[in-house]
């Protein structure tokens, strides 16, 4: 069996960049630093203070 190399810790691109609540590395919000995908955003906009999903 061949050695295998531990991941990489990505620190730039999509790869470095994941949704705090899914967890997913696809429409990523980093504004006002959320880090949540648009998809979360969405769901937990109105606890956070956004006032156009409410």
Do not use: S
Not at 10 to 31: D, F, M, P, S
């Amino acid at each position: 069996m061949a050695k295998l190399r531990p991941p990489v810790k990505r620190k730039i691109g999509k790869g470095a960049l994941r949704c705090r609540i899914c967890g997913t590395h696809e429409a990523v919000i980093r504004i006002y630093n959320l880090n949540i995908c648009r998809r979360c955003f969405r769901e937990v906009a109105e606890e956070l203070g956004f006032k156009k999903y409410m």
